[in-house]
């Protein structure tokens, strides 16, 4: 999607290994979220940024961390991967708190085996 | 944030209208109206959103119920392009969160 992008599009990696996944965005929006997409469970609030150095959790952040030092990106971190955190992660952007859409970036497919 | 409830699936005609329902019953008086759609393998696209008044948008229309206990996504004429999970999301005034429920799968056939 213009203006908001992630990497690695996909990844595998070991249980107990430390992945950092990279949103990327353009439209200098303030607020930045991480979600993840499991078949069965929807969309789910992993955390979310109101500004820089400024974040909280969402509804399933047990496991994950994040941070955003600078305005256009915002870092989801898993410290040690577990079987459970396969899933597709994906992140979006918003301009304002209330009346607008969100714009979500092509997910990251991630593997932990 | 209120709960929604949409049917599971619904089917479609290409170069039909299509009605996707919501019923959001619990809706409180700040409570904004989302729609977003995911195509297969992509992320979820923001469709419109309203709070009191039917809106028009370039990809849909939005009626809303005059009590705001339902609404309705319309879809003018749907193409093959179309063929989607719909989600409608209810929003508050001082919420900063999507919170996705299951959504409708839309089939369109040709």
């Known amino acids: 999607d213009a203006g908001i992008t992630q990497s690695p599009r996909h990844k595998v990696t070991e249980t107990g290994t430390p992945v950092t996944l990279r949103c990327h965005q353009t439209?200098?929006?303030?607020?930045m979220y991480w979600y993840r997409q499991d078949p069965g469970h929807g969309l789910r609030l992993i955390h979310y940024s109101y500004g820089v150095k400024d974040t909280d959790k969402g509804e399933v952040s047990d496991g994950y961390s994040v941070s955003r030092s600078k305005t256009e990106d915002f870092l989801l971190t898993l410290e040690s991967a577990t079987s459970s955190q396969t899933s597709v992660y994906f992140c979006?952007?918003?301009?304002?708190?209330?009346?607008?859409?969100?714009?979500f970036g092509s997910g990251t497919r991630l593997t932990v085996v | 944030d209120a709960k929604t409830t949409q049917p599971n699936s619904m089917e479609s005609n290409e170069e039909e209208p299509v009605h996707l329902p919501c019923n959001h019953s619990?809706?409180?008086?700040?409570?904004?109206i989302h729609w977003y759609r995911q195509l297969p393998s992509q992320g979820p696209e923001y469709v419109i959103h309203?709070?009191?008044s039917n809106v028009n948008n370039r990809m849909a229309s939005l009626a809303i119920a005059e009590d705001r206990k339902s609404s309705t996504l319309i879809l003018h004429r749907a193409t093959l392009r179309d063929a989607a999970v719909y989600y409608c999301i209810l929003r508050d005034g001082a919420g900063n969160m999507l919170t996705f429920g299951g959504g409708t799968r839309l089939m369109v056939k040709p």
């Open positions: 309203g709070l009191t």
């Open positions: 619990t809706i409180s008086g700040t409570d904004y």
């Open positions: 439209e200098n929006h303030r607020y």
């Open positions: 979006a952007i918003s301009e304002y708190l209330q009346g607008n859409g969100y714009t």
